[in-house]
């Protein structure tokens, strides 16, 4: 059972940033970051590989920025210019790999808020 602990979130006003980071209690080949606003389904925004091999959804692609540090285990998300529509909770995730894919058994962190108002 991987545990995944979230930090960083808070209030920001529209164009600020913010730096989320996630701390696994052991090494996965995968992780992500997911978000869920409220009255909203859960959204991936960001997966990276343990090769730092790193993809995006299309709403934060050239704003945020995932990374990690293996030897730590911690996983960031530099997020730049943020939009009232990026407030939500934010998840950090974690899978193994299947046939060199992501795999979809995740584990879950419990969420950390983030809020940016207009």
């Known amino acids: 059972q991987v545990r995944l602990v979230e930090s960083g979130g808070g209030s920001v006003q529209a164009g600020g940033s913010l730096r989320l980071s996630c701390v696994a209690s052991?090494?996965?080949?995968?992780m992500h970051w997911f978000r869920q606003a409220p009255g909203k389904e859960r959204e991936w925004v960001a997966s990276?590989?343990?090769?730092?091999?790193?993809t995006y959804a299309d709403s934060v692609k050239g704003r945020f920025t995932i990374s990690r540090d293996n030897a730590q285990n911690t996983l960031d998300l530099q997020m730049n210019s943020l939009k009232p529509e990026d407030s939500a909770m934010y998840y950090c995730?974690?899978?193994?790999?299947?046939?060199?894919?992501?795999?979809?058994?995740?584990?879950w962190g419990q969420g950390t808020q983030v809020t940016v108002s207009s």
């Open positions: 995730a974690a899978t193994g790999l299947r046939f060199g894919y992501c795999g979809t058994n995740y584990y």
């Open positions: 052991e090494f996965t080949p995968c």
């Open positions: 990276i590989k343990s090769d730092s091999a790193t």
